[in-house]
């Protein structure tokens, strides 16, 4: 891996990457993807899904520029508020995210077996398997133009 701290920042971005970002700064900062993938939906918006060995998925969306808008990340050094969130149970996870003032929160069970907690007002999604968070999803809407919507 590159220059990158795996710090999620809800509504900001994965450490020194920002939402926002455009590609050329994602391959500075987190290196050279081990995949990448181009979706085209139907209403023509284009999202490129860059996989990095690291544990780490970009999703780059925009009709113009593609800029960062999303991030997976099943890395277990990540941290989100100072703590290693996958060291964390979901208890733990929902207590951290209301102490940060985010309090709007879902959980639901996915049909492939996996637990969802989503916390809709940070817009971020945590995957539980048997107790155990396994992957942590999480963006901003990216308006037609690149920027981010408000």
């Known amino acids: 891996m590159s220059n990158l701290t795996l710090e999620i920042k809800p509504k900001e971005g994965l ?3 920002k939402f926002g970002e455009i ?6 900062l987190v290196g050279e ?7 085209t939906s139907d209403d023509d918006l284009k ?3 860059l996989t990095f060995d690291s544990g780490i998925t970009v999703f780059l969306e925009g009709l113009v520029e593609p800029v960062v808008s999303n991030f997976d990340l099943d890395n277990k050094t990540a941290t989100l ?9 979901e208890e733990a996870i929902i ?10 929160i879902e959980k639901e069970e996915e ?10 007002d940070a817009l971020l999604d945590c995957y539980f398997e048997q107790g155990n968070l396994v992957a942590v999803s999480w963006g901003v809407i990216i308006n037609d133009d690149g920027s981010i919507a408000k």
Do not use: C, S
Not at 95 to 104: N, P, Q, R, T, V
Not at 111 to 120: L, S
């Open 15 to 17: 450490g020194e990457l």
């Open 81 to 89: 508020f100072g703590e290693k969130i996958f060291e964390l149970n």
């Open 23 to 28: 590609p050329e700064n994602v391959t500075k």
């Open 95 to 104: 207590k951290l995210m209301e102490g940060h003032g985010y309090k709007e």
């Open 33 to 39: 993807p081990v995949d990448a993938e181009e979706i």
């Open 47 to 49: 999202t490129t899904i």
């Open 111 to 120: 049909e492939w077996g996996e637990t969802r907690i989503t916390f809709d």
